[in-house]
């Protein structure tokens, strides 16, 4: 079974950190070629901010979208079936329902896009306040 949980969501202010978890299960972990984060928030389609190329562990190539560059990190974690995402030096424009997102298509493209993701997790909110 499929399984995605995120965590660690919350209100921070401008400027601030959080750090995302997503735990996944032992086999999602293990069959999932890349793993990603995305967020949306109220009236706009679903953004791509970071992903990693894992190939059930055995990579570690990450990628980032433009908005995000230099501020999030992406990381996993074999042991745990885990990947996470801190977030520093956050804005009010990253306010958002953030995903976590599985798939199965080895390669480099479309790592940010929705449609090569087949897994998705129910999300965490965060909220950053000026």
């Known amino acids: 079974q499929v399984q995605l949980v995120e965590s660690g969501g919350g209100s921070v202010q401008a400027g601030g950190s959080l750090r995302l978890s997503c735990a996944a299960s032992?086999?999602?972990?293990?069959?999932?070629?890349?793993m990603a984060w995305f967020r949306q928030s109220p009236g706009k389609e679903r953004e791509g901010v970071a992903a990693?190329?894992?190939?059930?562990?055995?990579?570690?190539?990450?990628f980032y979208g433009d908005s995000v560059k230099g501020r999030f990190t992406v990381s996993q974690d074999n042991a745990k079936n885990m990947i996470y995402l801190q977030m520093d030096s956050l804005k009010g424009e990253d306010t958002a329902m953030y995903y976590c997102?599985?798939?199965?298509?080895?390669?480099?493209?479309?790592?940010?896009?929705?449609?090569?993701?087949?897994?998705w997790g129910q999300g965490t909110q965060v909220t950053v306040s000026s």
């Open positions: 997102a599985a798939g199965r298509a080895y390669g480099l493209e479309r790592m940010l896009e929705t449609s090569a993701y087949t897994s």
């Open positions: 032992a086999d999602t972990y293990a069959n999932s070629a890349r």
């Open positions: 990693i190329l894992t190939g059930g562990g055995r990579y570690n190539l990450t």
